[in-house]
């Protein structure tokens, strides 16, 4: 059957469907075999089912529920054993019935697909209060470092409403940064999930207004190691994970950042008072100067930033000549995140990106 001369698409899926046929009408004797079985074992256990046909569980617990809920001789079955109905479609309306729909809902299965019948049985699901206090007494957000801290994981478990309220307010932010096309939808929930932390920590998303006190983090530098590796090993932020040369760049430019040198292996000894990297009159001096991101076509204004052109730490400094206002977006995603830099050769206001690894 495999040295078929080539088809065209329509017919393979003319001859996929006639297959699905046969599943249907095997389907449809294994399910007269098993409510043979329920008669006398009305608890025969999906599990064992499982095992005995080397199928997934979801498919013995499938098979299970269309021989409780299908009556021999019903419809159901006969457009099962005809083919016109695949067994994916009965165990939906099963499982529909199986939650108690009445006879005129279960009847809309018809005119649905199968995932429109599931949304139709996740409808008719009940949920008391007690299974709602469940799902509440399990709310949880985990949150861990990787083994050698570079990465931090986060995992929530939430009940369904504060699950929406959390995506929404997600999905609101990440509308509230420029457009980028090349961000997934995950890349964009957590640009959004840390742009609404920066908020939360600096009491607002205007960054030029003064924080709530003191710095948002705190950096402490292994001066020996940082220098001879090029800021690689040696950084850590206080209580948090290793951070490597990028951010260390972008803590450099970072208003709220304090900055605490340790000299010695162990040995605190030139920790200084809280280091505002760039001053703050300077940072409002360029924020003025400015007007908003100067990276060329963004109109965004949401938390704007100092970036220095030329890094510090490749001996860049604080000459209003090197330094530019950029969004937050432009800043923590585009410049520090991807590893693009600021042709330094273009327009105060009309700065052009250059991509990482290439030279202007
Ligand atoms: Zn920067
Ligand atoms: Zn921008």
């Given at each position: 059957m495999f040295d078929e001369p080539i088809m065209s698409r329509e017919e393979v899926f003319l001859a996929l469907r006639e297959c699905e046929q046969q599943v249907a009408a095997v389907r449809?004797?294994?399910?007269?075999?098993?409510?043979?079985?329920?008669?006398?074992?009305?608890?025969p256990g999906a599990d064992e089912l499982a095992g005995a046909l080397d199928v997934s569980q979801h498919t013995a617990?499938?098979?299970?529920?269309?021989?409780?809920?299908?009556?021999?001789?019903?419809?159901?079955?006969?457009?099962?054993?005809?083919?016109?109905?695949?067994?994916?479609?009965?165990?939906?309306?099963?499982?529909l019935v199986g939650v108690g729909a009445d006879d005129a809902t279960v009847a809309q299965a018809d005119e649905r697909d199968i995932a429109g019948i599931r949304r139709l049985r996740a409808l008719q699901q009940r949920i008391t209060r007690r299974t709602e206090?469940?799902?509440?007494?399990?709310?949880?957000?985990?949150?861990?470092?990787?083994?050698?801290?570079?990465?931090?994981?986060?995992?929530?478990?939430?009940?369904?409403?504060?699950?929406?309220?959390?995506?929404?307010?997600?999905?609101?932010?990440?509308?509230?940064?420029?457009?980028?096309?090349q961000a997934t939808a995950g890349q964009r929930r957590a640009d959004a999930l840390v742009a609404l932390s920066q908020d939360w920590l600096s009491g607002g998303s205007d960054s030029s207004t003064t924080s709530r006190g003191g710095p948002v983090v705190t950096v402490i530098v292994d001066a020996a190691l940082a220098s001879a590796t090029g800021a690689e090993a040696g950084v850590m932020v206080a209580n948090g994970p290793r951070v490597g040369p990028e951010t260390m760049d972008r803590i450099m430019c970072a208003g709220s950042v304090e900055v605490l040198v340790d000299t010695g292996p162990g040995v605190p000894l030139g920790v200084g008072p809280t280091t505002r990297v760039i001053p703050p009159?300077?940072?409002?001096?360029?924020?003025?100067?400015d007007q908003g991101c100067t990276v060329d076509g963004c109109q965004s204004n949401y938390r704007l930033e100092v970036h220095h052109i030329v890094p510090r730490?490749?001996?860049?400094?604080?000459?209003?000549?090197?330094?530019?206002?950029?969004?937050?977006?432009?800043?923590?995603?585009?410049?520090?995140?991807?590893?693009?830099?600021?042709?330094?050769?273009?327009?105060?206001?009309?700065?052009?990106?250059?991509?990482?690894?290439?030279?202007?």
């Open positions: 449809a004797r294994q399910v007269h075999l098993l409510r043979g079985l329920l008669r006398r074992d009305p608890d617990r499938d098979l299970l529920e269309a021989a409780r809920r299908t009556p021999e001789r019903s419809q159901t079955i006969a457009k099962l054993e005809s083919g016109s109905w695949s067994f994916d479609r009965v165990a939906a309306v099963a499982a206090h469940e799902a509440h007494s399990k709310r949880s957000v985990r949150s861990w470092a990787s083994l050698d801290e570079s990465v931090g994981f986060i995992h929530a478990e939430l009940t369904g409403y504060d699950w929406r309220v959390v995506t929404k307010a997600l999905e609101d932010r990440a509308d509230l940064l420029p457009r980028d096309t009159k300077l940072r409002r001096f360029i924020l003025g100067r730490s490749q001996g860049g400094t604080n000459d209003p000549a090197n330094l530019v206002t950029l969004c937050w977006w432009h800043h923590h995603v585009a410049i520090h995140g991807r590893g693009m830099r600021i042709d330094p050769t273009s327009p105060p206001h009309r700065r052009q990106l250059i991509p990482a690894g290439r030279s202007p």
